[in-house]
Structure formats: C-alpha cells, structure tokens
C-alpha cells in the first residue's frame, strides 16, 4: 500500500477530500448512514468518508491500539476534517459470510481467548461512553466483520454515535445538541448519507438547519 497524506493539503472538509482523491484517481465504492468509501488505484486501500461524525476518533484509536492483534483493518491514516468530518484510510477489505460475522461477534461479547486482547483494548469505548454525546453501544452488525487481503478476519466500525437519539434531540431540542456538541464539530450534520436507514425526507435538511441555526442563537444571546 503506498499512501501519500499530501494529495489531501490541510484543513479540507469531507466535500474537498472527495473531491482530491477522486481527482488522484480514487473511485466511489460504497455508502452507509454516516459516510462514503472511496477506493484506491491500485485496490489495496479504502477511504471513508464522513461529513459528520463524533465517534472516528475512537474508533481511529481502537485500530491504532489493537493494531497488535491484527483484527483491526490497518490504518494508514485518519484525519478529522474541517466541520466535524472524518477520513480513515484503511487496507481494503472483503466482506465475510454472514455466521462467519456472528461467531466474531460472539467470541467479543463472551471474551473468547482468541479475541481476549481485541475486548480489553475494545476498552477505548469506555472512554468514548465517558467523553462522546450520544455514543451508542458496541455495534454487533455482521457487516463489520471483514476479510483482510492476507485472508484474516478483521471487526470494523465498532464504536458509533447513536444517530436516532442524536438526530430526534436536534430535531425537537435544538438547544441541548446545541450546548453539548460545539458548532465546529458538527456543521455539516446534516449532510450524511443516510445510505442505509435513509433517505433523508424532503425539507427535512433544512427544517433541522433552521432549528439549529436557531438555536445557536439563543445561546449567544444568553452567554452575551
């Protein structure tokens, strides 16, 4: 795998990051609720794309600390983007069987020996239970248990923020997303995918726009 972090400058947002690697030759291969994947040149890296999400950091510290374990994808490189996005750049993966997926995720929640040091490093989801507005629990879809080129079994995407929780607060108390999440770190909420759970409803982007921008400024008036 040959990554050059350059092709991305600095300070880009999710639009811009797509735009420089599609541009480098990096082709659309996917999209979920949260974000989109890019696929490298020479097929041997994904790039996932989001315009907003609170959990990458976490989930950029699980593979980086159970890098060891080689049940993780590895990370070439994760980089929050401008307005609360988040790029991971990872080894290419292959999806799996789905019992293949449901044993993995067994052997986590039961603490199996052969998974014993993914679960205890997998103890960076306490910290984000601690730190993270609205972060849901360890995710069990089977779709996040992947094949590595190398043939070995990895688990992505563990950690996540939960979405209907976070998103039905912005909708219907726009102060308290407001006051919990700083406005650099989610301008671009409302320009998910929603892939799978979606789409979004017509005018809904704005309506939740308009009830943030809002509320914002309420609370410059009662901190002014």
């Given at each position: 795998?040959?990554?050059?972090?350059?092709?991305?400058?600095?300070?880009?947002d999710h639009t811009e990051a797509k735009r420089l690697l599609v541009t480098a030759g990096w082709t659309p291969c996917g999209a979920g609720d949260w974000a989109i994947a890019l696929r490298s040149p020479d097929g041997a890296m994904a790039a996932r794309?989001?315009?907003?999400?609170?959990?990458?950091?976490?989930?950029?510290?699980?593979?980086?600390?159970?890098?060891?374990?080689?049940?993780?994808?590895?990370?070439?490189?994760?980089?929050?983007?401008?307005?609360?996005?988040?790029?991971?750049?990872?080894?290419?993966?292959?999806?799996?069987?789905?019992?293949?997926?449901?044993?993995?995720?067994?052997?986590?929640?039961?603490?199996?020996?052969?998974?014993?040091?993914?679960?205890?490093?997998?103890?960076?989801?306490?910290?984000?239970?601690?730190?993270?507005?609205?972060?849901?629990?360890?995710?069990?879809?089977?779709?996040?248990?992947?094949?590595?080129?190398?043939?070995?079994?990895?688990?992505?995407?563990?950690?996540?923020?939960?979405?209907?929780?976070?998103?039905?607060?912005?909708?219907?108390?726009?102060?308290?997303?407001?006051?919990?999440?700083?406005?650099?770190?989610?301008?671009?909420?409302?320009?998910?995918?929603?892939?799978?759970?979606?789409?979004?409803?017509?005018?809904?982007?704005?309506?939740?726009?308009?009830?943030?921008?809002?509320?914002?400024?309420?609370?410059?008036?009662?901190?002014?």
């Open positions: 795998m040959t990554w050059s972090g350059g092709v991305l400058g600095t300070a880009v794309i989001s315009p907003f999400d609170p959990a990458g950091p976490y989930t950029a510290a699980l593979y980086r600390e159970a890098a060891h374990t080689r049940q993780v994808p590895v990370l070439v490189e994760h980089r929050r983007l401008t307005g609360g996005g988040d790029l991971q750049v990872m080894e290419w993966l292959q999806p799996v069987p789905a019992d293949e997926a449901d044993a993995f995720h067994r052997a986590i929640a039961a603490g199996a020996p052969e998974v014993a040091e993914l679960v205890r490093v997998c103890r960076v989801h306490e910290r984000a239970r601690l730190e993270l507005p609205w972060c849901g629990p360890l995710d069990t879809n089977p779709s996040n248990v992947m094949r590595a080129a190398d043939g070995r079994p990895v688990v992505a995407d563990l950690f996540y923020a939960d979405g209907p929780a976070l998103y039905e607060t912005a909708a219907t108390r726009p102060d308290v997303l407001v006051a919990r999440i700083p406005e650099p770190e989610r301008r671009f909420l409302t320009e998910i995918p929603l892939t799978s759970s979606g789409p979004w409803k017509p005018g809904e982007q704005a309506a939740l726009r308009a009830a943030i921008a809002a509320a914002e400024a309420r609370r410059e008036v009662t901190t002014t």
